[in-house]
Structure formats: structure tokens, C-alpha cells
């Protein structure tokens, strides 16, 4: 089925491949130390291993940052708060959507014919279920359908799908703007939307898989044009290889141990220079002292 959505951003039609992402009757299928030089080089080398205990707290203390603390953590959209039909547009970039509705800032920009679709489940106009977080997924009928990230992210992208056609080489990742540059990933996508579908049936896109890709370099568009209009899209996750929820943030609790543990390691530290540092004074007055007997 084929039409025109009404109120949709630039008249576009619901879904192709016979299936209307608007409700409609259908139903879904059932379904080691060193030592420490002291004066001009005619003076003696002593083994000091205070000075190695001292010397190797930064390289302790990097590590515990680096086990504790995330890694720059993955974004992910799931564009709950975008309107029924509304053009994402600067939603998640310290604007609004084509409705006046605001999301967090991460500095990404949605083309004009990206747009959000709402579960008629909860008052909205999409012919889907089971889709991945909440409600609303992301829609677009018109190319060129390309988002960008001008502070760039690497490591990975993914996200979760609903097709009803098989398209090659329907995502594609780029390190320039505007799906320009090298091409870092792309994605192709087989036909599923309402295969082996569990859950709530009330839905023609019943099926949602998620799909990802690792890559090298920084990436700072991503090209969704091929998939226009036969593909939905939800959780599409920034910085990593596997979509879903945004990394979780330390506890405040977790973050005050680390704190007090990290004061710890400072103070004993500074205690620990400073017994080394009144070691050696001794000992070089002691050298210079054997020397002028």
C-alpha cells in the first residue's frame, strides 16, 4: 500500500515494498629498579630502591585511571522526544525538530529528510512493533538522507533495522562531512522486517536486528540515501560496534572511592619523595665525607 502521510515533512510516502509504516489492519506474524646519579660524573652510582618505589607512581596511577575510568563513552540516539512526523533536524544538536521539541546536545545534525516516527501504540502514526527502545524510530523517504558529526567520532557505528527490501551498501560511513572523503564502513542490509517477529504482533515492522561495524579512523558523516524509504532505524550508537543503551555513568559513590583512594596514593607518594630525598642528602654527605678522610 501506497500513499502520502499527512503532516509528514515534504508529503513523503509512508514506506515502500507494500508495507505502510502507518497502522493499519495488518498483523504482524505470530511468531622492574634503577639507580640514582648524585653530583658531577666522577661521583658514585647507588642503587636507591626507594627511588624506583617512588619513581614508578605515575605509571601506577595512569593505570588505575585507565581500568577505572571509561573510554570516551559510545552515543546512542533513540530519538525518544522527537514528534510523531517531525524532522529531526537539530534535535540532538541544541536545537529542535521540525516541532519545537529540544534533546541533549551531541553535536549532530540530521539532514531534512530524516524524521521521527511514533508506535500507534501510544498515540503515534507507525505501523511497527518491538522496535528497540520505546516508541519512536527514525524514518526518511528522500535522499539524500545524511547526518553529520563535525567533532567527529571512531572506533564504530551501529544501530537496530527494520527492511523490507535488501539493499547493498545501504549505510555508509565517511570521514569528511557531508558523505565526503574516505569511505570507513559500510552496511548492507538483507530483508527482515517481519521474520521470526515476537512480542507485540499489532505491527507490519515487527523485527528490529542490530548491526554494527568496527573501523579505523575518525568518522564525520554517515549516508543513509540508499535506504530511503524501505529501511526504519533505532538506537544508532556512536563510538561503538554494538547498538543499545548509552554506557553507564559511574555511581557517585563509586567516583567519592576513587577519590579518596587517589588522595591516598598521592599523599603516600609525597611521603615516600620525601623520606628518598633525606636518604640521599645522608648518603652524599656521607660519600663527600669519605672522601676527605
Known amino acids: 500500500m501506497s500513499g502520502s502521510v499527512a503532516g509528514a515533512p515534504g508529503n513523503r510516502s509512508p514506506y515502500a515494498g507494500g508495507v505502510d509504516w502507518r497502522r493499519t489492519q495488518t498483523k504482524c506474524c505470530p511468531t622492574n629498579p634503577g639507580s640514582l646519579h648524585f653530583g658531577n660524573q666522577n661521583s658514585s652510582f647507588i642503587d636507591l630502591r626507594e627511588a624506583y618505589h617512588v619513581n614508578k607512581f605515575p605509571a601506577v596511577l595512569s593505570l588505575l585511571l585507565i581500568l577505572i575510568l571509561p573510554a570516551q563513552a559510545a552515543v546512542v540516539l533513540t530519538f525518544e522526544g522527537v514528534g510523531d512526523l517531525a524532522s529531526v533536524l537539530e534535535y540532538y544538536n541544541g536545537g529542535a525538530d521540525s516541532a519545537g521539541n529540544s534533546g541533549t546536545d551531541y553535536g549532530i545534525s540530521f539532514g531534512p529528510s530524516f524524521f521521527g516516527l511514533v508506535d500507534q501504540d501510544v ?160 648518603i652524599a654527605q656521607r660519600i663527600r665525607l669519605d672522601r676527605a678522610i
Open 123 to 282: 498515540g503515534g502514526s507507525g505501523n511497527f512493533a518491538n522496535e528497540p527502545s520505546a516508541s519512536t524510530v527514525l524514518l526518511f523517504q528522500s535522499a539524500p538522507a545524511v547526518l553529520n558529526v563535525p567533532a567527529g567520532f571512531d572506533t564504530g557505528f551501529s544501530f537496530f533495522y527494520s527492511a523490507v527490501t535488501a539493499i547493498t551498501g545501504a549505510v555508509n560511513v565517511f570521514d569528511g562531512l557531508n558523505a565526503t572523503g574516505t569511505l570507513l564502513a559500510s552496511f548492507d542490509l538483507p530483508t527482515q522486517f517481519n521474520q521470526d517477529c515476537v512480542g507485540d504482533p499489532t505491527g507490519a515492522a515487527c523485527n528490529w536486528d542490530p548491526i554494527g561495524l568496527g573501523f579505523a579512523g575518525t568518522a564525520y558523516s554517515v549516508d543513509f540515501s540508499p535506504a530511503a524509504g524501505v529501511v526504519g532505524f533505532d538506537n544508532i550508537t556512536f563510538g561503538r560496534a554494538t547498538p543499545g543503551a548509552p554506557d553507564p555513568v559511574p555511581a557517585p559513590g563509586t567516583l567519592a572511592l576513587l577519590g579518596l583512594g587517589l588522595a591516598g596514593l598521592v599523599l603516600r607518594h609525597r611521603g615516600q619523595a620525601q623520606l628518598t630525598t633525606t636518604r640521599t642528602r645522608r
